[in-house]
């Protein structure tokens, strides 16, 4: 059995904090041999870049995941194409800097297959992410059948209907993006372990990470705010997936929702 945990999206220094803190005792705690975490709004809330990605990695993140601010800091494109464990979503056009997908070989007896992927429900009109997939999915599986797909979407119709449409194809389908944790995870028919979004590690009391304040006034006075990522107690959201490592069938999901810094 392979054992993985996927973070909920990191939100700026608060977030960072919270893997700093626990990540190390979680990966005994919980015997974790994989773990992967969205890391889009991981610098100030929005974006990443190279000292944040080395701070993520020092936690004991093993491969970083992306989303719809992957280019929020310009800084990204200098390390981007050199960073093997960091993806963004593979239904960017073609040429587009970076990778989509990741192999990965854990403890030299099992490889892992991460991808990340877009929606387009209320999101940018990239390649579709249900034919992307089916593109990627021909050429993994020549190497592995362990497959975890982060697919970083805002409508949950979207994200449910992609994980029908991989039941059985892939070990998981993780949802991430609206950093609000769903109830609903589930191992589908046919042996993939689902969540429609996995969560935030950031900042509990906040709409989303950011200082509640400011985007209730955005809200009220319909005026340009500047968002600031907000303070105070911290949560930790994750998902932890029992994977077998023969069939690349998830065993059992589990969700976590901790408050960790008060």
């Not at 975490?37 to 991981?42: K, T």
């Not at 870049?49 to 020092?58: F, G, H, I, K, S």
């Not at 494109?77 to 960017?92: K, Q, V, W």
């Not at 990470?209 to 907000?230: C, H, N, T, W, Y």
Request: hydrophobic letters at 40%.
């Amino acid at each position: 059995m392979l054992r993985v945990l996927m973070v909920g999206d990191i939100v700026g220094r608060p977030g960072r904090k919270a893997v700093r803190d626990l990540l190390r005792n979680y990966r005994k705690k919980y015997n974790l041999d994989l773990i992967i975490a969205n890391g889009e709004n991981a610098a100030g809330g929005n974006g990443l870049n190279n000292t944040v990605a080395n701070e993520l990695y020092d936690s004991g993140i093993d491969i970083i995941t992306m989303g719809n601010h992957t280019w929020d800091k310009r800084e990204i494109l200098d390390f981007i194409e050199h960073d093997h464990t960091l993806i963004r979503p593979a239904n960017y056009p073609p040429g587009t800097p970076g990778r989509g997908s990741v192999v990965f070989s854990v403890d030299n007896k099992s490889k892992v297959a991460v991808i990340n992927l877009s929606g387009r429900v209320f999101l940018s009109p990239l390649d579709c992410p249900f034919r992307i997939a089916d593109n990627i999915l021909a050429e993994i599986k020549k190497n592995t059948n362990i497959i975890i797909i982060d697919f970083h979407a805002e409508a949950t119709s979207e994200k449910i209907a992609f994980g029908w449409y991989m039941d059985g194809r892939v070990s998981a389908v993780i949802g991430t993006h609206t950093h609000v944790q769903t109830a609903d995870e589930r191992i589908l028919p046919y042996g993939t372990g689902y969540i429609t979004d996995v969560g935030m590690t950031g900042p509990r009391d906040s709409v989303l990470g950011v200082d509640k304040e400011l985007v209730i006034q955005k809200f009220i006075s319909q005026m340009p705010v500047r968002f600031e990522v907000a303070s105070g107690a911290i949560q930790f959201n994750g998902i932890i997936l029992d994977i077998c490592r023969t069939t690349g069938k998830t065993l059992k999901i589990e969700r976590m929702n901790e408050i960790v810094c008060l």
